[in-house]
């Protein structure tokens, strides 16, 4: 095996480093990565504001792709399985150490590129709008963020699981390529508030059932707005600033009776990422051997380019998921 390496925090930057994988425990598997999904989490955690949770090195990345080069701890791989998975950290580097039940097997049609784009988001979606939002068939649901990682998997969820999607996005052409994927309606974000309210509401007159919220403050009353009465409320991330932050809608909260929910899938324990990852194995990859479900791959870069995947995932210039190889 050549040298193993990772790319670890070291004073704001990330720095390449030799690296010697240490021996695999009971049911850990050691992959050989081809691909990195870049993640929001992985810019903060560079900058010191997001931590890997305890016991895992100051290395970011999220999830990959991979071949199993040591299956020796494990009865359900082998060696030379493609592969593609979740980690809480570590995934910037040749190799990762991972639980044998955070694997999934990458269906046929997938380049290990597309692979890598996958664990992430399809969990993230899947987390939020089954188990949390219990999104049913013909609901409506409202993405924000709908041409991004997340977004544009979840558009294509809803779809497959009987539901209608609202993207949000912010420019004509993310607006395009978010209704190829499946969305019923598509919106500007940068329009005037109150127009894209009215609009909701003539197209979806009973409103929203299901929020996938990336955003938080400075949509709030626009949310409790368009939410149908007993509508879930799905946090998931603070794109917007606090600052933008409206006088939370209380009066409107309750005469509709909204849940909100918020969730961060990083530092759920093992099991419940194991049992998350089990179902979505059964219901939702067989999608994605059939090609009902694609990952959106935004561009490909070498692992030593993170800087201009950063920059790029930044500018919100990103349509789908940046790919790293190492
Ligand atoms: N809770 C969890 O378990 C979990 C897991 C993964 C990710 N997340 C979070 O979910 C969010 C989306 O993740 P992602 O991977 O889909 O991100 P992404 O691919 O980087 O997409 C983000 C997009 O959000 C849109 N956006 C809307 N309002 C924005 C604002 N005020 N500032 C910047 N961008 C804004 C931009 O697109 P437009 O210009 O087209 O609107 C941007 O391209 C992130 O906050 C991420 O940290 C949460």
Same mark, same amino acid.
């Given at each position: 095996?050549?040298?193993? @390496?990772?790319?670890?925090?070291?004073?704001?930057?990330?720095?390449?480093?030799?690296?010697?994988?240490?021996?695999?425990?009971?049911?850990?598997?050691?992959?050989?990565?081809?691909?990195?999904?870049?993640?929001?989490?992985?810019?903060?955690?560079?900058?010191?504001?997001?931590? $890997?949770?305890?016991?895992?090195?100051?290395? $970011?990345?999220?999830?990959?792709?991979?071949?199993?080069?040591?299956? +020796?701890?494990?009865?359900?791989?082998?060696?030379?399985?493609?592969?593609?998975?979740?980690?809480?950290?570590?995934?910037?580097?040749?190799?990762?150490?991972?639980?044998?039940?955070?694997?999934?097997?990458?269906?046929?049609?997938?380049?290990?590129?597309? +692979?890598?784009a996958v664990p992430e988001a399809l969990t993230?979606?899947?987390?939020?709008?089954?188990?949390?939002?219990?999104?049913?068939?013909?609901?409506?649901?409202?993405?924000?963020?709908?041409?991004?990682?997340?977004?544009?998997?979840?558009?294509?969820?809803?779809?497959?699981?009987?539901?209608?999607?609202?993207?949000?996005?912010?420019?004509? #052409?993310?607006?395009?390529?978010?209704? %190829?994927?499946?969305?019923? #309606?598509? @919106?500007? /974000?940068?329009?005037?508030? /109150?127009?894209?309210?009215? /609009?909701?509401?003539?197209?979806?007159?009973?409103?929203?059932?299901?929020?996938?919220?990336?955003?938080?403050?400075?949509?709030?009353? @626009? #949310?409790?707005?368009?939410?149908?009465?007993?509508?879930?409320?799905?946090?998931?991330?603070?794109?917007?600033?606090?600052?933008?932050?409206?006088? !939370?809608?209380?009066?409107? !909260?309750l005469q509709k009776e909204l849940v909100m929910?918020?969730?961060?899938?990083?530092?759920?324990?093992?099991? !419940? %990422?194991?049992?998350?990852?089990?179902?979505?194995?059964?219901?939702?990859?067989?999608?994605?051997?059939?090609?009902?479900? /694609?990952p959106v791959v935004d561009s490909v870069l070498?692992?030593?380019?993170?800087?201009? +995947? @950063?920059?790029?995932?930044?500018?919100?210039?990103?349509?789908? %998921?940046?790919?790293?190889? $190492?």
């Open positions: 095996m050549a040298q193993p @390496f990772r790319y670890v925090v070291q004073s704001g930057r990330l720095v390449g480093q030799a690296w010697t994988p240490p021996p695999l425990r009971p049911g850990q598997v050691l992959v050989e990565v081809r691909g990195i999904g870049v993640n929001r989490a992985d810019l903060l955690q560079v900058k010191g504001l997001y931590p $890997p949770p305890a016991g895992y090195d100051d290395v $970011p990345g999220l999830e990959f792709s991979g071949r199993v080069v040591d299956a +020796a701890r494990t009865n359900r791989w082998r060696t030379g399985d493609r592969v593609m998975g979740l980690v809480a950290a570590g995934a910037y580097a040749s190799h990762v150490v991972v639980d044998e039940r955070h694997l999934w097997a990458v269906p046929s049609l997938l380049r290990d590129t597309e +692979a890598a993230t979606a899947y987390l939020n709008l089954v188990w949390r939002g219990k999104l049913r068939p013909s609901e409506w649901v409202l993405v924000h963020s709908a041409a991004g990682g997340i977004g544009s998997t979840a558009v294509q969820l809803i779809r497959l699981l009987g539901g209608r999607s609202v993207g949000m996005v912010g420019s004509d #052409h993310k607006a395009q390529v978010v209704q %190829k994927l499946g969305a019923h #309606h598509v @919106f500007n /974000r940068k329009e005037d508030r /109150r127009q894209l309210q009215k /609009r909701l509401g003539t197209l979806v007159p009973n409103g929203m059932s299901l929020i996938l919220d990336t955003v938080g403050p400075g949509w709030e009353a @626009f #949310h409790a707005a368009v939410s149908a009465p007993g509508g879930r409320w799905l946090l998931i991330g603070l794109l917007g600033r606090l600052s933008e932050s409206e006088t !939370f809608p209380w009066g409107r !909260f929910k918020a969730s961060r899938l990083r530092n759920k324990p093992p099991e !419940f %990422k194991a049992s998350l990852m089990a179902e979505i194995a059964d219901t939702v990859l067989p999608a994605y051997s059939e090609g009902w479900m /694609r070498p692992l030593d380019q993170w800087t201009t +995947a @950063f920059e790029k995932l930044k500018k919100g210039d990103v349509i789908g %998921k940046i790919v790293l190889q $190492p």
